[in-house]
């Protein structure tokens, strides 16, 4: 009998010992495995878990980067609490935000709150012209911008006001709309104004050699140059060879044998964008 008691005491330690207690983990283990989570997540049920979590939660050095990607809404109420849950998450950084990645949501009043090293803006209509060159003069100490599919913004000037904004710019991602043959003037822009450039990758437009050009000519330090996104009825094979002997890292636009081939490069387009890297 006495034997029973020890085998099933036993058995009940080891049955606790199986799941580890994650109030014993240090603080900063915690706080790293938080993180992982998506903002969303995170201020609506990971703070509520425990005293603990709440702490790290609240602290502001826990808010050096904001991710809400992905995200489905299916009213304006919802939009509405995305937008509300976002302003939280920034003014909990107390101004140590440094990283922010927003799919769909994005408002002039965010943009005005915020001053980062990373910024991602991925399909965000609300966003106004007026609001985001407001903002960019303020992002001084940028690094890294992604902006696509953001109709609001008049992309020739501002990509120039970004330039001239943000002088420590290193990395561009720029995805537009196809509307029109004007890939050059994006091109134009980033190279007149953006010499600090180290990585560029734009999408969606239908840039020439001359654009290409300039480019090269006025972002010397460029080691990346990602053109594969974009449709051109014609590229020179000696441009071509400037590209690949210039940038480290080249990836060509899709040509096109002729104008009436410009649907089927458009749909390859948006059917591949969101596929590559």
């Not at 965010?110 to 966003?127: T, V």
């Not at 501002?158 to 995805?175: A, F, H, I, N, Q």
């Not at 734009?202 to 080691?223: A, K, Q």
């Amino acid at each position: 009998m006495a034997s029973s008691s020890i085998q099933a005491s036993e058995v009940e330690k080891k049955s606790t010992t199986d799941h580890p207690d994650w109030l014993e983990l240090p603080r900063d283990v915690t706080a790293n495995i938080l993180k992982r989570l998506d903002t969303v997540e995170i201020v609506t049920s990971a703070c509520l878990v425990c005293p603990l979590w709440w702490n790290i939660c609240n602290d502001s050095e826990f808010w050096g980067s904001i991710r809400m990607t992905k995200l489905r809404y299916s009213s304006y109420d919802y939009e509405d609490n995305l937008i509300q849950i976002c302003l939280y998450a920034i003014d909990l950084s107390c101004g140590q935000l440094e990283e922010i990645n927003i799919d769909y949501f994005a408002t002039d009043d965010i943009l005005a709150l915020i001053s980062n090293r990373y910024m991602r803006l991925i399909d965000c209509g609300a966003l106004s012209d007026i609001a985001f060159c407001e903002s960019v003069m303020r992002l001084q100490h940028l690094e890294e911008l992604e902006i696509s599919f953001n109709n609001g913004l008049s992309k020739y000037d501002s990509l120039e006001l970004v330039g001239r904004g943000c002088r420590l710019l290193k990395s561009l991602k720029y995805t537009g709309v196809v509307v029109d043959n004007k890939g050059n003037d994006v091109l134009f822009s980033i190279a007149k104004s953006m010499p600090g450039l180290h990585r560029l990758k734009i999408s969606g437009d239908m840039p020439t050699d001359d654009g290409v050009v300039s480019v090269l000519d006025g972002c010397t330090l460029l080691e990346s140059f990602d053109l594969r996104g974009c449709c051109t009825i014609h590229f020179s094979e000696s441009l071509e060879k400037r590209c690949r002997h210039q940038i480290k890292d080249f990836g060509p636009p899709l040509q096109l044998s002729c104008a009436s081939n410009w649907d089927f490069g458009i749909s390859s387009y948006v059917d591949s964008y969101f596929n590559m890297d």
